[in-house]
């Protein structure tokens, strides 16, 4: 089953849709297929990229545990370089960005809706940021660093060391999103409309000079973390937090 899809209408707005579904856990195979699809993307970029979690209540939950959870150090550092790569493709990709976030992202589906540039977050009850601290995790500092590239350094700071979730006010109020709609996926489409009107290069051109310098800093700061980061993934108290998450998860 595919994980995901994406397509391009006649104005050449591209849809990048999770499909993993319930929850829209990042599997082993949709980081696999996020690999593959945004190389796709960047050999013919559309003119717009709109990031969409689908139909549901959750635009990303984060890694799927139930198929990580016991792994070991050295595929555990694969699964998450190789992510961290997409992130970063996503972040350059030469042409502007929108996260149409329709609900819930936590963890790694919180970081993955920061690759954009842009991000348009559903009004109503719903969570957003990170969890790992809460589990024994350390959240790593190129997380930490993109984070802030879109809010401050401090908002990072605070949201990823206390694991203090929030909602789509504060997340407009913080830098999180750009802005609130009913449906972000309309609100995305109609902001896509918005960009090809403008004249020649300027958007896409303006957004690349922003965009290779998050990439940059999120890349070093990922390369000086991840064994900190491992660390803290394999400690006994997170270890047996991951598994009893893994376990609860499972019977969903």
């Not at 908002?155 to 609130?180: C, N, Q």
Request: glycine share 8%.
């Amino acid at each position: 089953m595919e994980t995901l899809s994406y397509e391009e209408n006649e104005k050449k707005i591209g849809l990048l849709t999770l499909k993993g579904g319930s929850g829209n856990p990042l599997s082993p195979q949709m980081v696999h297929e996020l690999d593959k699809t945004l190389k796709e993307i960047v050999e013919s970029p559309p003119q717009v990229l709109i990031l969409h979690g689908g139909e549901g209540k959750i635009f990303s939950g984060g890694f799927s545990l139930p198929h990580i959870f016991d792994w070991n150090r050295s595929q555990i550092n694969d699964f998450f370089t190789s992510f961290t790569k997409s992130v970063k493709n996503l972040i350059t990709l030469p042409c502007p960005t929108i996260s149409a976030v329709n609900g819930h992202a936590i963890a790694a589906g919180f970081i993955l809706s920061l690759g954009t540039d842009l991000r348009i977050v559903r009004t109503g009850k719903l969570k957003l940021g990170f969890s790992e601290v809460d589990l024994g995790i350390g959240v790593p500092y190129g997380t930490q660093v993109l984070f802030s590239s879109r809010t401050s350094d401090q908002v990072a700071l605070r949201y990823a060391m206390m694991a203090e979730l929030f909602d789509p006010e504060t997340s407009k109020a913080i830098g999180y999103a750009d802005f609130l709609a009913e449906n972000p996926l309309t609100s995305a489409i109609d902001l896509a409309h918005d960009i090809i009107k403008k004249p020649g290069f300027g958007v896409q051109t303006t957004k690349l000079f922003h965009a290779q310098k998050i990439a940059k800093n999120f890349k070093e700061a990922e390369d000086l973390s991840m064994e900190k980061f491992l660390d803290s993934w394999f400690s006994p108290e997170a270890q047996q937090g991951i598994k009893d998450l893994a376990e609860k998860l499972s019977k969903k």
